[in-house]
């Protein structure tokens, strides 16, 4: 993989915008619009900002049948996510909407401040039945903007009122700020947070998630978890071979440590524009190895950049891949740790009061 010539952006995973050309969008012709011009009237941006963009959707609960993943609805507060993880297998769905899956989706967020309001109706429905809701599947539900908008929180509360259960994935400590409703909700086993750490180096962390919390910070978040008597997880994902994977076992020993219930691994996906925008991130920062990594890569995945089909989309495949996978589960072994179940309680739920309603019972 040739170097490339460009200096790194500082403070973002993606190296550029990354059009995709799934939807047309890379042959779009100019349509007038002043933002055609606006680079060659004002020239280019001096610094990428952040903006926001609230949204007001008609629903919030998103349902799916993929059969190889432990849950079938979940919420999405944002879309769009600061943190800029360059891997991230969810930047693809900023294209659906006209914008890069590279730069956009870190900077140009959606934020859905009627989403606990939407909850509380859904769940409100005589129809309604109950079982965990994911959050944190697609994009973090504490990223930055949460620290603002407090719509995590707000769902949060819906879901304790009517003793919902809920799973979060997150790759921030601003999880603790809702410390408060989550030891509750553990009380009722209502809730299990992971947090992914992808290795134990924040120089390098500071490249591949720029603007996620340092794995210090996670580390010490699934701890202060822990100690309240919230269940964790800790997720090693993505193991990222030749970058990230020299971490995995010590961040098994520093998860059993602290008292965290499982550990768990994610190889690395790349599906549709993911692929090329990883591969220029290591063009700017590991060129000397890119053609390995994406070797490994290849070779775990039936020599493509990405294996989309259920089951082995998670379950990489290859001599590089039964070494993970064995490197795993000696790790565990040793740190006397394993992939708990978390079973949470579906039996408390009632339906939330609406409209100013009070509670019969």
């Known amino acids: 993989m040739e170097a490339s010539n460009e200096s790194p952006l500082r403070g973002r995973g993606a190296q550029s915008a990354a059009v995709p050309t799934r939807f047309g969008l890379a042959t779009r012709e100019a349509d007038g619009d002043w933002r055609d011009h606006m680079e060659a009237l004002d020239g280019p941006p001096v610094k990428l900002r952040t903006h926001v963009t609230e949204e007001h959707p008609r629903t919030i609960l998103s349902f799916n049948q993929s059969p190889d993943i432990f849950f079938d609805r979940s919420i999405n507060a944002y879309r769009g996510c600061e943190h800029g993880c ?10 659906y909407h006209d914008l890069s899956p590279g730069l ?3 900077t140009r967020l959606f934020a859905k401040p009627n989403a606990a309001e939407l909850l509380r109706a859904t769940l409100a429905k005589s129809k309604y039945r109950p079982r965990p809701i ?3 599947t697609n994009t973090d539900p504490y990223q930055p903007i949460e620290r603002d908008y407090r719509i995590t929180r707000q769902v949060l509360e819906v879901c304790l009122d009517a003793r919902h259960p809920v799973t979060i994935t997150t790759k921030s400590d601003r999880v603790l700020d809702d ?6 909700m553990a009380e009722r086993r209502l809730v299990a947070v992971a947090i992914s750490v992808t290795s134990l180096d924040a120089k ?17 978040a699934l701890h202060k978890l822990a100690e309240a008597g919230v269940p ?17 076992e010590e961040i098994v020993q520093r998860a059993a440590a602290i008292g965290v219930d499982s550990v768990g691994w994610i190889p690395l996906r790349l599906p549709h524009e993911v692929a090329p925008l990883f591969r220029e991130w290591l063009s700017v920062h590991y060129p000397e190895r890119g053609d390995k990594v994406m070797g ?9 950049d990405n294996d989309p089909n259920f089951f082995s989309r998670l379950k990489p495949t290859g001599v590089w891949a039964d070494l993970f996978r064995a490197r795993f589960r000696v790790a565990c072994k040793r740190a006397g740790l394993g992939k708990a179940k978390f079973e949470l309680d579906c039996t408390q739920f009632r339906p939330p009061a609406v409209g100013g309603q009070l509670r019969l019972l």
């Open 134 to 136: 994911a959050m944190g």
């Open 179 to 184: 410390l408060d409703i989550l030891s509750e």
């Open 104 to 106: 956009d989706f870190e």
């Open 232 to 248: 964790t997880h800790c997720s090693v994902a993505p193991v990222i071979p030749s970058i990230t994977d020299e971490f995995m």
């Open 86 to 95: 360059v891997y991230c297998f969810a930047r693809p769905t900023h294209a």
């Open 204 to 220: 390098l962390s500071g490249k591949l998630e720029p603007r996620a919390a340092s794995p210090a910070k996670r580390l010490s």
């Open 296 to 304: 490994i890569v290849r070779s775990i995945r039936n020599g493509k």
